[in-house]
Nanobody
Framework: VQLQAFGGGLVQAGGSLRLSCAAS????????MGWFRQAPGKQRELVAA???????VYADSVKGRFTISRDNAKNTVYLQMSSLKPEDTAVYYC????????????WGQGTLVTVSS
């Protein structure tokens, strides 16, 4: 499985941005897709995840501001980010796993999101 992320960029605080992650290859094996982020000097953290059935989970820091969605026909997962804050600045990575609750098996390249104050 190959993952390619798009949509990062520079946005002002309070603004919105949408990230996309397209999966290719053995996509039938994917059970869960997620977005992680890593800010400078910090550990990578899970931002949001969605299963093939549509169940979602969010980090507390983004609840109510970010929405993860999935288009199974296009093998693409999206992260709609609203009310962005400077602390959301990070490199965002998409990932895919073959079973929820396990470590993710596949990772895409990161896309940088910078939120200016």
């Amino acid at each position: 499985v190959q993952l390619q992320a798009f949509g990062g960029g520079l946005v002002q605080a309070g603004g919105s941005l949408r990230l996309s992650c397209a999966a290719s290859g053995r996509t039938f094996s994917i059970a869960v897709m997620g977005w992680f982020r890593q800010a400078p000097g910090k550990q990578r953290e899970l931002v949001a995840a969605i299963t093939s059935g549509g169940s979602t989970v969010y980090a507390d820091s983004v609840k109510g501001r970010f929405t993860i969605s999935r288009d199974n026909a296009k093998n693409t997962v999206y992260l709609q980010m609203s009310s962005l804050k400077p602390e959301d600045t990070a490199v965002y990575y998409c990932a895919a796993g073959v079973a929820p609750g396990r470590a993710y098996d596949y990772w895409g390249q990161g896309t940088l999101v910078t939120v200016s104050s």
